[in-house]
């Protein structure tokens, strides 16, 4: 029996996969957008769907490991 306290094991690209694509981003995502928003200096939508939200998630972490490493 598998104590209640183990972590399922996934591989991290299927955790971050949305549920429904075109449901509303979830509160995770809503918050790292939040803060990668933030340090890209660009603005924040609060009206993604979960997979553009993903989709923007991707693009602002490129752009800003692209910034940091010049």
Avoid: W, Y
Avoid at 11 to 25: I, T, V
Avoid at 45 to 51: E, K
Avoid at 52 to 59: K, V
């Amino acid at each position: 029996m598998i104590p209640p306290t183990a972590k399922p094991v996934l591989p991290d690209d299927a955790a971050q996969l949305p549920q429904d694509g075109d449901s509303p981003m979830t509160g995770d995502q809503a918050d790292l957008l939040k803060v990668l928003c933030s340090e890209a200096g660009e603005p924040f939508d609060a009206g993604l769907t979960q997979s553009q939200a993903l989709t923007r998630i991707e693009a602002l972490r490129g752009h800003l490991n692209t910034d940091l490493n010049l």
